[in-house]
């Protein structure tokens, strides 16, 4: 299994409309979690982090579920331009080598007229 | 404040041929990484260095590839010789006081790599 997974999608979203999606992480002793934007054939540019209680950043609310082990990201009167892959981070403590930091793969969003 | 530079942006190479890729992050910035980029493995860490001494290289896939950090603002990644399944998007980034600083993690524009 691997350590933080996400729904590759594509998610199609008419404009205006709603989407969320989640990314699972495996690891209970996971201590922050991140949301990053990459837009096609750019870098990952840092989207927002994740609070425990949830967090809103305009049209953006991330939230942390720990019961369950997932994060997620909602998307309130979705744009054209927030078409993009949205890749999860989870770092998390390894003994022996410190925190340890993971990319999910990705969940690709399509904001559609 | 430039960012993180990356060069070449496109290289496409022979099979069995040299490839190194370069990178300058930005100035101030104690900790490097390099990470690859494919559609199978998603961002994976291949290394990363601290005040420019490798401190983990586990995700390095194999031999052929190796990177150095021979001063502050300049690293390569080497692979040779180069087989078509190194063909991906190799990304740089720099952080400044931790290596999971993401508040202060930048990543480069990338190499897009094409071995034929």
């Known amino acids: 299994r691997k350590e933080v997974e996400q729904d590759p999608g594509p998610f199609n979203v008419p404009e205006g409309a709603t989407v969320a999606f989640n990314c699972t992480y495996s690891?209970?002793?996971?201590?922050?979690f991140f949301w990053y934007r990459q837009d096609c054939r750019k870098e990952p540019k840092l989207l927002m982090s994740?609070?425990?209680s949830g967090n809103e950043d305009g049209r953006f609310t991330a939230q942390l579920n720990r019961a369950s082990q997932y994060i997620s990201l909602l998307i309130r009167d979705s744009k054209l331009s927030d078409s993009a892959t949205y890749l999860c981070?989870?770092?998390?403590?390894?003994?022996?080598?410190?925190?340890?930091?993971?990319f999910g793969g990705g969940t690709r969003v399509l904001v559609k007229p | 404040d430039a960012g993180v530079i990356q060069s070449p942006r496109h290289e496409v190479t022979e099979m069995g041929q040299e490839v190194t890729l370069r990178c300058k992050p930005i100035s101030g910035h104690d900790y490097l990484f390099w990470y690859r980029q494919t559609m199978m493995r998603g961002l994976e860490l291949l290394i990363y260095f601290n005040n420019n001494v490798p401190i983990d290289d586990s995700g390095m896939p194999e031999d052929r590839f190796s990177a150095k950090m021979p001063n502050a603002s300049f690293s390569t990644l080497k692979i040779q010789p180069s087989e078509p399944r190194d063909s991906a998007v190799y990304f740089c980034?720099?952080?400044?006081?931790?290596?999971?600083?993401?508040?202060?993690?930048?990543f480069g524009s990338g190499t897009r790599l094409t071995v034929v």
């Open positions: 981070v989870v770092i998390f403590l390894i003994k022996a080598a410190g925190n340890k930091l993971t």
């Open positions: 994740v609070y425990s």
């Open positions: 690891n209970s002793a996971s201590q922050s």
């Open positions: 980034a720099s952080s400044r006081d931790s290596k999971t600083n993401l508040y202060g993690y930048t």
